[in-house]
């Protein structure tokens, strides 16, 4: 499944407009994580390689993964399909999981001068040039869950908003991620940070990721087009089965013009 925005028209790329993509792609249909995709990278019809193929499919030119569950911080490239994928995890010795990372098309690489930087295990920044002295900073972010422990949660929040504070003001600014929260449909409340299209009700994740939203003059891109839930929702909960929003693509409000459009490709769950 994957997140699509279609925005942000860019010369130095000679595709346009730029396709990004939100990570919910790493379904078990798919293979756990992009381990094996690593381990088997050689042969790019297999479904090692199907998060690059699934990319490819939808003609993604930049995507944010979560939950790559690989060690350390390094890159690699699927010639099959295409792509160069970019990851932070947790150190080697310790259990593999969260990690997050980019991938990009391995042809859009000669315009991107600087590599991405991992923060840590949940968020990775690479600043992009858009055009003549124009850049745009991307995140890709992987939120605590809602169980996580008070500090855990604290500790992303912190670092985001750093992260969002040293953001070039002339930057356009790209949040992607799995955020695990549920922002609900309070636009009244949330004037300019949400639309009229959320989904479902709000939860504490989903107040923290609103008031940060709110702080730095963010919305919520998934919450303003109109559009069916199955477009719009990314996981569905394994008792309930209801299906939730938790997969997001923020920027800042004055540039929401430049968004074209935000909906859910759900691939292989179709």
């Known amino acids: 499944m994957v997140v699509k925005t279609v925005g942000w028209s860019s010369t130095s790329f000679r595709q346009l407009p730029l396709r990004l993509s939100s990570p919910t792609l790493l379904t078990p249909e798919m293979g756990k994580d992009l381990e094996k995709v690593v381990q088997k990278l050689s042969a790019p019809h297999t479904p090692d390689a199907l998060v690059a193929l699934e990319l490819a499919r939808y003609n993604i030119d930049i995507a944010a993964l979560s939950e790559t569950r690989l060690h350390g911080e390094d890159s690699l490239s699927e010639v099959g399909a295409g792509y160069t994928f970019f990851w932070k995890g947790v150190p080697e010795g310790t259990c593999r999981n969260h990690g997050v990372g980019f991938a990009v098309k391995s042809k859009l690489l000669q315009h991107i001068p600087e590599s991405p930087i991992g923060i840590n295990e949940?968020?990775?920044?690479?600043?992009?040039?858009?055009?003549?002295?124009?850049?745009a900073t991307l995140i890709s972010a992987y939120a605590p869950t809602l169980d996580a422990k008070h500090n855990i949660k604290e500790d992303f929040y912190r670092a985001l908003d750093a992260i969002i504070q040293k953001t070039p003001a002339t930057d356009r600014l790209i949040l992607m991620g799995d955020l695990n929260a549920r922002v609900g449909t309070?636009?009244?409340?949330?004037?300019?940070v949400i639309g009229q299209h959320g989904v479902g009700k709000m939860n504490h994740n989903g107040l923290r990721l609103?008031?940060?939203?709110?702080?730095?003059?963010?919305?919520?891109?998934?919450?303003?087009?109109?559009?069916k839930n199955r477009l719009k929702t990314t996981w569905q909960h394994p008792r309930s089965k209801h299906w939730h929003l938790l997969d997001y693509v923020i920027v800042r409000q004055k540039d929401r013009k430049d968004v074209l459009t935000t909906r859910v490709m759900r691939g292989v769950l179709d």
């Open 122 to 135: 949940r968020l990775m920044t690479w600043r992009i040039p858009l055009a003549k002295e124009r850049f």
């Open 186 to 192: 309070e636009h009244l409340v949330w004037p300019k």
């Open 210 to 227: 609103l008031s940060l939203c709110a702080e730095h003059q963010l919305v919520i891109t998934n919450t303003i087009f109109q559009m």
